[in-house]
């Protein structure tokens, strides 16, 4: 089992920044992506960002050139820097950690930060 715990949620108005923090602790041999997911009220979970350890990243469009996700592999920890937010960045934010097992991909993920931005 791998544990994701984030840290860093709250509020902020409209244009301002924040940080996330997951650290991933337990069975934490052949980890793979990190990553950031959000869902908002009403909504669908969705992709924020991802990077595998070995750097590639990947981000949704919605959020290019604003949120720049990060990874400390010897920390087993990820990041996720949130500049120029909106509104439509409210929702809770989840931490994804997978891991390969043989030919198995498992996700886990954390419980998740409340990310609140007010106009």
């Known amino acids: 089992q791998v544990q994701p715990v984030e840290s860093g949620g709250g509020s902020v108005q409209a244009g301002g920044s924040l940080r996330l923090s997951c650290a991933a602790s337990?069975?934490?041999?052949?980890?793979?992506?990190m990553g950031w997911y959000r869902q908002a009220p009403g909504k669908q979970r969705e992709l924020v960002a991802t990077?595998?350890?070995?750097?590639?990243?990947k981000y949704a469009d919605s959020v290019k050139g604003r949120f720049t996700i990060s990874r400390v592999n010897a920390k087993n920890t990820v990041y996720l820097q949130m500049n120029s937010l909106k509104p439509e960045d409210t929702a809770v934010y989840y931490c994804?950690?997978?891991?390969?097992?043989?030919?198995?991909?498992?996700?886990?993920w954390g419980q998740g930060t409340q990310v609140t931005v007010s106009s």
């Open positions: 337990g069975s934490i041999f052949s980890i793979d992506a």
């Open positions: 990077i595998t350890g070995g750097g590639r990243i």
């Open positions: 994804n950690v997978q891991k390969a097992i043989g030919e198995t991909t498992f996700d886990y």
